[in-house]
Every structure is written in C-alpha cells, then in structure tokens.
C-alpha cells in the first residue's frame, strides 16, 4: 500500500528577501548609514522578489516589506543627510559677527 502525505512541505524561503527586510529595518534604525543600508535593501528586494516568482520560493511579503522599509529609510536619512549638509555648508560659509 502506497502512503500519502496530506501535509505539504512550505516552500523554501529566498535568501534574498529575508536579507532585505533585515536591511530595511536596519535603514530606518540606524542613523546616518540608513541611507546606504536602505538602498542596498531595496536592490536586494528586488532580486528577492524575481527570485520568489521565477523558482517559486517563499518570502514575497518579506521582500516587499523589505522594499517599502528600504524606501522609507533611504528617503528619511536622504532628506536627513541633505538638511546636514545644508547646515553646515552655511555655518561654515558665513562670517562670524563681532
């Protein structure tokens, strides 16, 4: 007699995404390398998201968390760092008054 498994194996989950929802998160934690962590979230998300659709791999809600976290922490250190940059530019420029 032949047996059946009635309980099906879940897929194997992308390497990928669960790195760039850890990376987004990070993004959004760490100050000032949020920028870099956040970009290279959003290239690993990508890739994780092709991987999950071509080799029909777990993981999509991962990455697509990973992405939008990735967004978020590049465009908030972005804007960030920028504001810095502004400020520093025009109290370095600017005379001292007497």
Excluded: C, H, W
């Excluded at 959003?42 to 939008?68: H, P, S, Y």
């Amino acid at each position: 007699m032949e047996e059946q498994n009635y309980y099906a194996t879940p897929p194997q989950t992308s390497g990928k995404a669960i790195a760039s929802m850890v990376l987004g998160i990070l993004s959004i934690i760490i100050p000032y390398l949020g920028f870099i962590l956040g970009i290279i979230a959003i290239v690993f998300a990508k890739k994780g998201m092709n991987e999950t659709a071509e080799q029909k791999q777990g993981g999509r809600g991962m990455a697509i968390a990973g992405l939008t976290t990735g967004i978020i922490g590049t465009v908030l250190y972005g804007i960030l760092d920028v504001f810095l940059i502004i400020v520093i530019f025009f109290t370095v420029s600017t005379p001292p008054t007497i």
